[in-house]
């Protein structure tokens, strides 16, 4: 059942090489380069004018590049207009025909294709049936709901085969509740199919929840590019680092390739490469990976090698149901939070000095970011 | 707070629905006269009228020159739509959808025969056919009354494609269509009722036109205003009021399509938010 985890050739299909965008004196999307793989469901992440909708725009034909090319199974598409690309979309707002019946609005493609009409129907029914909505075939757009809609509109976008489906912050308009079980269908649909997925969302745990792979996107780049594990655990840079889920900086100086100064304190960092002494370096810890104890309890459990340790004083404490946050204040004002499972327990108060610990591998050090990176967005 | 009717005093209320009803009968006065001045059996339009007849309207059907004249009044306004409409289309689009400078300068020029003169268009028009040779033809009709009607058209072409979402017609592109492909049978639909209504402003612009129509008429064609204007200067007959009254009842009807229209489009525009 499931093809997913079956080891298949990885073989690119579309290839984005050097793509600009400029409107007047604004870049739109900076000399982007990217492989998108046959049969990959890739999500463009990141806030509004990071360029991902443009770039999802120029895939679609609807924007023209100002240098770089687009291709294809190794075609150029740089020249073809938009309804020769054979290329699926589904808009935010849906965008069907509203004067059309729901079988009018799935079969369009096909009746633009000049199918003949016993192909046209087969086709249009099994769609119907895929996206569950046979039963509301003779209605208009506007007697569906806003899910229906959008299913309506990912059979539209189906029902000619294309090999590319872009889909534009579709479930944007949705509540949360309909968002997550489209979500669902679509990743369903989208092992069923095997078809090519380009997702544009601003919404992290969307991304997460849908793609195999995820672009991070900001200021016409891509910024990191990998699944979701990857890109949490292990953030290429601290701007994916602050901009996926929360993240403690920490700003020290190497004293070698395993070892650097924190507030005065020696502390063990993951082994580099290329670190020299004295150069500044910022590690990042995500909040679940550290630890915070009481003076008691640290003095009572030894440290594990490899382990580090820092003095801080408890700020706040929250309750968050399933999980608990500690904000607390190193004696150098870095600010830290630790959050832990509910079920383990966090019995800190605000003002208490404490003990917060993390494993060195934990860390991800980098050596270059702009003061700019450490902030959400 | 807003001032709904039951917010008010009686006092002010009262007072709100004697104003309006006065500021109506004062509009409408005219027309219920007419109207009744039709029906009236007085050949020197007295009234109260002292009998009720329909001799007039006999009358206005079995004369040759006022049925002229309604023929060629229908024929100018019919024109003068289709005319408007083709026009209309295409710059609403370059209005709505072109970047280019001068955009809104272009907007304003072409609403600005809603607020030159009538008068002042129509001497300069007449004094361009009459250099050519073309006035009182249907051609110089037609013309003149498409400069005065294009603003009407053009308006509500541009008012119902701004509120078309116009990633329906991306869409539609995306789907397989050509831009012209996608813009005939999606737009297009979805625009109806600014196109219909557009229509409707042009037909009603040009059937009660009277000014540019003076100019341009000859003893061979002219339209019902005209003909009725030129009939009031030898004599007071009834059958004027006849086609007061014909003018009338055929702008009532297109305005209530109009309105029955722009209903459906209102609660279209709400249906999208």
Known sequence: ?377 | MLLTANAMGPRLRWGLYLSTGVIALFLLLPVVFIVLLSFGSSQWLVFPPPGWTVKWYAQFFANAEWMAAAWSSLKVALLTTVFAVALGVPTAFALVRGRFVGRELLYALFTLPMIVPLVIIAVAVYALFLKLGLTGTLFSFVVSHVIVALPFTIISIINSLKLFDRSIEDAAVICGASRIQAILRVTFPGIRPGLISGGLFAFLVSWDEVVLSVMMASPTLQTLPVKMWTTLRQDLTPVIAVASTLLIGLSVLVMLIATGLRRRNDARALELQ
């Not at chain 1, 793989?37 to 992440?45: A, K, P, S, W, Y």
């Not at chain 1, 408890?314 to 832990?340: D, I, N, R, Y």
């Open chain 1, 1 to 377: 059942m499931n093809a997913i985890l079956k080891p298949k050739p990885h073989t690119t299909l579309v290839s984005l090489r050097q793509l600009n965008k400029h409107y007047g004196d604004f870049t739109a999307v900076d000399n982007l380069s990217l492989e998108i793989e046959d049969g990959e469901f890739l999500t463009f992440l990141g806030s509004s004018g990071s360029g991902k909708s443009t770039t999802l725009s120029m895939l679609a034909g609807f924007e023209t590049p100002s240098s770089g090319e687009i291709e294809v199974a190794g075609r150029s598409l740089v020249n073809v207009p938009p309804h020769k690309r054979d290329i699926g979309m589904v808009f935010q707002r849906y965008s069907l025909f509203p004067h059309m019946s729901v079988r009018d609005n799935i079969a369009f493609p096909l009746a633009i294709r000049k199918l003949p009409a016993a192909e046209r129907d087969k086709r249009v029914n099994a769609m119907l049936k895929l996206v569950q909505l046979e039963a509301f075939a003779h209605r208009r757009p506007a007697q569906l709901s806003g899910g229906q809609q959008q299913r309506v509109a990912i059979a539209r976008a189906l029902v000619y085969e294309p090999r590319i489906l872009l889909m534009d912050e579709p479930l944007g308009a949705l509540d949360k509740k309909l968002r997550e079980d489209l979500q669902d269908e679509l990743r369903q649909l989208h092992r069923r199919l095997g078809i090519t997925i380009v997702y544009v969302t601003h919404d992290q745990e969307e991304a997460m929840r849908l793609s195999q792979r995820i672009a991070i996107f900001s200021h016409g780049k891509v910024v990191g590019l990998g699944s979701g594990v990857e890109l949490y655990q292990n953030p290429p840079n601290a701007f994916v680092a602050s901009f996926l889920g929360n993240s403690n900086f920490l700003q020290a100086t190497a004293t070698g390739n395993a070892g650097a100064v924190f507030e005065g304190q020696a502390i063990s960092i993951r082994p580099q490469a290329h670190t020299s002494t004295q150069q500044p370096v910022l590690l990042m810890v995500r909040p679940e990976k550290a630890l915070a104890m009481s003076q008691a309890a640290a003095a009572a459990t030894p440290l594990p090698p490899g382990w580090n340790e820092v003095a801080a004083t408890v700020s706040e404490v929250l309750f968050l149901g399933e999980s608990q946050t500690c904000s607390a204040v190193t004696t150098g004002g870095t600010a830290l939070t630790v959050k832990a499972l509910s079920a383990s327990g966090m019995a800190l108060t605000p003002g208490e000095a404490i003990r917060v610990r993390w494993a060195a591998g934990d860390a991800c050090v980098y050596t270059q970011w702009a003061a700019s990176d450490l902030k959400k967005g």
